[in-house]
């Protein structure tokens, strides 16, 4: 029994306590082999969410060389973007989730987690942004369409647009230089929805355009739901695009919260949010290639063969399977955009993964809201995350917008959601203006 | 003698007060077979009733807790028994607080902590409630 009058005192002051508690130093955890501490859980987590603030005369902070600039405001909470192949950007608006009050804590939590997140009402909507003369200010601006369910994933195979809604893949005609829908999109197949808890349905084509992946979010932490609820949840499916057929083509991967297939290759890598509560350095989240088959530990364990004691009962045998996932991102850092870069994007950044990460609530001191640039050598990780949009967050614990989905546009440029602000940003090295 | 006896039995506690206090092992009680259930079951459910039960004995050991507070204002009850039954309460209180943050863990990160406040939190309850209900009116206890 951990009881004792000290450890509360801890665990309040590090609630208390939002910046600069000395964690510093155990912050480097970026990489295919992480520090791993000791699980941590005191008697309350620990909880940091910094409340929105009005952005005013300021802008994000990009490289030298690069400019930023709101290509969209006054969105109804952008999440996803889609690149079409006439420039046109499409913009998944919306926000999704019908979890009920399990225990006393979700009242209290879920209103502590609420001061971080917006107002807005979820869009339910897509917005599709063009600009026609190409000096990208993005003038025109029209809903594409709407009364969708909490859209998420976009994709373009041939004239087919695919949006994954919180509880089902729809399809859209579309033809180039469309401003709207031509009409209500028809369903490919229903997708897990009850409860919700991690509701967001982030997808991508196969390189062959025959199969569509879709990233489907664990309905609990750590199954503080039951297992039951946990049938066809923390796991990718790979969906026949034409019939709706549908199989697990990876489990154990408790939120994926997008995908992305690595250019030139039949690659599928993913972004994960790991669980919480652990303690500020535990669990990483990560960014991985993903196996066909492979099964990535949650809820059993974490990192390979990590085991968490909250899960009962406990699969030997299934942690021993866990595979270990590629690529440490930092624990909390919530990664919610992944996409791969171009030469386009800079000498620097030419080869390498950009990561919007929308950040923590579960510990002391901020990590994440931000996008993030991982350098990449001979088709792998190559070292440590490099700062691609910072200014996120501010020195008052208050954040003036939190990244959501990256979308490298071809003709060099980088796409950024953006679901406090309202915003859609575009950051371009300075000779792609 | 017939008349003191039935002076001797009547009860200090104001029947709201009895009502709160008495709530308080039913609802404890109540956690503790759930956290119980869930530990030889592993189903999920019984350790979410057993966040809810500690929240209602809360709120009714909180209640009572007030109760009391007010009843030390009655100079006759500042010492002695009525004395007793406030800390035991209020330690039974505060027990029951932790265990509410204990069970605010995920899953099985409330156990086996969990498990043992219960039991330690209802036998807090019974032992107030005993007391309570044994505090003679007049202050002769």
Redesign the interface.
């Known amino acids: ?3 004792s009058n000290t450890f ?1 005192v801890t665990a309040i002051s590090a609630v208390l306590s939002a910046y600069g508690n000395g964690a510093a130093a155990n912050e480097h955890q970026y990489g295919p082999d992480p520090e791993l501490p000791e699980p941590h ?1 005191g ?2 987590p620990d909880m940091t969410v910094p409340e929105p603030a009005e952005w005013g005369e300021q802008q994000p902070t990009v490289p030298d060389g690069y400019t930023i600039t709101a290509i969209a405001t006054d969105l109804k909470i952008p999440r996803q973007t889609l690149v079409l192949p006439n420039g046109d950007i499409l913009v998944a608006e919306g926000s999704g989730g019908n979890a009920p009050l ?4 979700d009242v209290i939590a879920g209103y502590m987690k609420s001061k971080g997140s917006t107002s807005v009402k979820s869009g339910d909507r897509l917005t599709l942004l063009r600009d026609a003369d190409e000096d990208g200010n993005y003038e025109e601006q029209t809903v594409f369409a709407k009364n969708l369910n909490a859209p998420y994933g976009l994709a373009l195979i041939d004239n087919n647009l695919y949006v994954a809604n919180q509880d089902s893949l729809v399809r859209f005609d579309y033809e180039e230089g469309q401003t709207q829908a031509s009409g209500p999109p028809e369903e490919v197949t229903k997708l897990p929805s009850r409860i919700n808890h991690h509701w967001t349905k982030a997808m991508t084509a196969g390189p062959d355009g025959r199969f569509l992946y879709v990233g489907i979010g664990s309905n ?8 039951e609820a946990e049938v066809n949840r923390a796991e990718i499916w790979q969906i026949d695009a034409q019939t709706g057929a549908h199989k697990p083509y990876a489990t154990g991967l408790r939120n994926p919260t997008d995908l992305a297939f690595q250019p030139g290759t039949d690659q599928l890598w993913t972004v994960v949010n790991e669980r919480d ?1 652990l303690g500020p350095h535990l669990v990483p989240d990560y960014l991985t290639t993903v196996q066909e088959g492979g099964f990535y530990g949650w809820p059993y364990s974490y990192w390979g063969e990590h085991v968490d ?5 406990q699969k030997p045998e299934k942690v021993k399977s866990a595979i270990v996932p590629d690529y440490s991102l930092g624990s909390h850092v919530a990664p919610l955009g992944l996409d791969f870069s171009i030469p386009e994007m800079g000498d620097e950044f030419a080869e390498g993964v950009f990561i919007g990460e929308h950040g923590s609530w579960n510990r002391a001191n901020p990590v994440g809201y931000k996008v993030v640039f991982i350098p990449f050598s001979d088709g792998r990780p190559s070292g440590d995350p490099v700062d691609f949009v910072t200014g996120f967050l501010s020195g008052d614990d208050k954040t003036r917008g939190r990244p959501v989905g990256v979308t490298v546009d071809p003709s060099g440029a980088l796409i950024v959601a953006d679901d406090v602000s309202h915003v859609v940003w575009r950051v371009a090295p300075k000779e792609n203006q | 003698m017939t008349a003191t006896t039935h002076r001797n039995y009547r009860n200090a506690l104001h029947p709201l007060h009895a009502v709160l206090l008495a709530g308080t092992i039913p609802l404890f009680l109540g956690a503790l077979l759930s956290d119980y259930a869930y530990s030889s079951t592993y189903n999920i459910q019984w350790t979410l009733f057993a966040s809810w039960l500690i929240a209602g004995g809360l709120v009714f050991a909180g209640l009572a807790l007030l109760c009391a507070i007010i009843g030390l204002f009655r100079a006759d009850r500042r010492r002695g028994r009525y004395l007793a039954y406030f800390v035991l309460l209020l330690v039974a209180w505060g027990a029951g607080f932790f265990n509410a943050l204990v069970h605010a863990r995920d899953a099985w990160g409330s156990m086996p902590t969990g498990l043992i406040l219960s039991i330690v939190v209802t036998v807090l309850a019974c032992a107030a409630t005993w007391i309570g209900f044994s505090l003679r009116a007049g202050g002769k206890a």
């Open positions: 029994m951990k009881i509360l859980r008697l309350l399990a225990k006393p804590k609990s932490n750590i199954t503080e739901r039951g297992m509560e004691p909250r899960v009962r009962p």
